[in-house]
């Protein structure tokens, strides 16, 4: 929803209009699934703040509840279980939602100006007033987040409570996370906060562990410790995170070229004209049955 | 008036150009439409349909409409577009046509090789068109399909798109350009001399007439 009191870095389908205020000042939600104990407390937060209620699902003999992320529901633990190696068996538990791109595959495919903006602070939010439901936003996103809700047909996900972080708090997830695997702060003290973490779990045992910070994308204002950080997979996430190279494609230099390709072809008709002059039949010259004549 | 109507053919029958003119309305609404979602700054034509979710909503149940007037279409001509060994000729030497010198050519028959080959392009563009517009219309099919399966699919609705559009350009401009094509689809009927110019073949097939 509309959030007034952030400054505005980019908006979607508007070139014109980069980087209004300052580029510092970058938050980041640091997610420790180390950390987690799967309580879904943040879900539970995240419904309560943004006043969202899903349909009470069915028990399908997992824990993930409800099963997918939807309009109403932004924020979802994914429990996995694994094998990362032979003889280890892990219950993996992972907070989904939106990931707040620096590079946003949403932003770059949405068609209506203003529709999804970012903010100088690394959020990125939809603005539904100005979606119009076309869902290029779900084509362009690298993590499967936006949704289209079936009542108004606008694009929801997560707002990293971008109206919290306006005031000052935190979100209400991190808020609310009772083991404080969720934490928010600036980028920079978020990536520290991780060494420290990464250099725990590794002396745990952990070897491979690792931050999830994909600069495919810029890199994430929501980032990750995992403890297979070299298995991304593992968690659902994908290996390399980057937008696909067919939206690139489609909303990057097909845009201008195709545009630019239509007008020269205009153009190119109306200069065969003038060069070549109009092709009449000789037989009808004189006559007013060529174009635009007799139309008695 | 009188005088000409024995000068006329008929080239058209009034639901050949009913059938073509529902194609060519539609075509117009969704090259609005379709080009306000593609290009940022051509948002402002969804103003045209009542902004931007209601191009959104419009545009792909006006593709139906297209699609399917133009199968009308499509059957209706196709056997008339089948390329033959003349209208390869014809497109290698296609310079003449540009340069008005169109005597050096292969006589055309009812199409020449260039409306033959235009043809084509727009079924198979128009097929494309179809089948990923489906993949990526909102709300009703789209959710179905793979993610990957509908970035292919909006890469290839708007390649389609493009090639259409281009072609498009070419068909109105040569209408334009070949003094007395309008009339064909207005009215139905082209002069003789226009006949024996543009499509000495199909004159001698319709009439008899040998060519001049």
């Not at chain 1, 699934?33 to 969202?52: F, H, P, R, T, Y």
């Not at chain 1, 109206?163 to 000052?168: I, L």
């Not at chain 2, 199968?71 to 390329?83: Q, Y």
């Not at chain 2, 099919?141 to 798109?161: C, D, E, K, S, Y």
Request: charged fraction near 20%; proline fraction near 5%.
């Amino acid at each position: 929803m509309a959030t007034q009191s952030l400054q505005i870095q980019r908006r979607s389908a508007d070139s014109a209009s980069v980087a209004g205020g300052s580029q510092g000042g970058k938050v980041a939600k640091l997610i420790d699934i180390s950390k987690c104990i799967g309580c879904k407390a943040c879900q539970v937060a995240c419904m309560e703040w943004n006043d969202l209620r899903d349909e009470v699902g069915t028990n399908v003999g997992v824990y993930d509840n409800p099963q997918d992320l939807s309009e109403h529901t932004w924020t979802l633990m994914r429990f996995s279980e694994v094998e990362p190696d032979s003889d280890n068996f892990e219950w993996l538990i992972r907070k989904d939602g939106c990931m707040h791109c620096a590079e946003p595959g949403c932003l770059k495919a949405c068609p209506s100006p203003g529709a999804i903006v970012q903010y100088t602070n690394g959020i990125v939010e939809f603005q539904q007033a100005h979606c119009i439901g076309c869902g290029y936003c779900i084509t362009g996103c690298p993590f499967n987040i936006p949704r289209l809700s079936k009542k108004d047909n606008r694009a929801y996900k997560c707002t990293l409570c971008s109206d919290r972080v306006a005031e000052g708090l935190q979100p209400a997830c991190a808020k609310t996370c009772p083991t404080q695997a969720i934490t928010f702060g600036s980028k920079e003290d978020m990536v520290r906060h991780a060494d420290l973490r990464i250099a725990d779990l590794k002396e745990r045992g952990y070897a491979n562990a690792g931050l999830y910070d994909p600069q495919g994308v810029g890199g994430t204002h929501v980032m990750y410790v995992l403890q297979h950080a070299d298995q991304p997979e593992l968690y659902g996430l994908p290996k390399q995170a980057e937008i696909s190279p067919l939206v690139s494609l489609w909303k990057g230099p097909a845009k201008p070229l195709g545009l630019l390709a239509l007008g020269l072809a205009a153009l190119g008709a109306f200069i065969h004209y003038r060069k070549v002059g109009p092709n009449v039949a000789e037989e009808d010259k004189g006559t007013s049955t060529s174009a635009g004549g007799d139309r008695a | 008036m009188s005088k000409q109507s024995n000068n006329l053919i008929q080239r058209y029958s009034m639901q050949e150009r009913m059938n073509h003119g529902l194609v060519a309305v539609t075509f117009v609404l969704l090259a609005l439409s379709g080009l306000a979602l593609f290009h940022p700054s051509l948002f402002w034509l969804t103003g045209l349909f009542g902004g931007g979710a209601w191009a959104r909503i419009l545009h792909p149940f006006i593709g139906v409409v297209m699609f399917v007037s133009f199968l009308g279409l499509m059957f209706r001509f196709w056997r008339h577009n089948l390329l033959t060994k003349d209208d390869r000729v014809w497109l290698s030497r296609v310079g003449d046509f540009a340069n008005n010198r169109e005597e050096r050519l292969p006589p055309a028959g009812r199409y020449n090789g260039g409306q033959k080959l235009l043809f084509w392009v727009m079924v198979v563009t128009m097929l494309i068109l179809m089948a990923s517009g489906v993949v990526i219309w909102q709300p009703y099919f789209a959710p179905n399909f793979a993610i990957g399966t509908v970035r292919l699919a909006v890469v290839l609705h708007a390649l389609a798109a493009f090639v259409l559009i281009l072609g498009i350009i070419l068909h109105v401009y040569a209408a334009i350009w070949v003094k007395g094509t309008l009339d064909a689809m207005t009215r139905g009927t082209v002069t003789r001399a226009w006949a024996r110019k543009h499509h000495p073949a199909w004159l001698r097939e319709v009439t008899g007439e040998a060519k001049k």
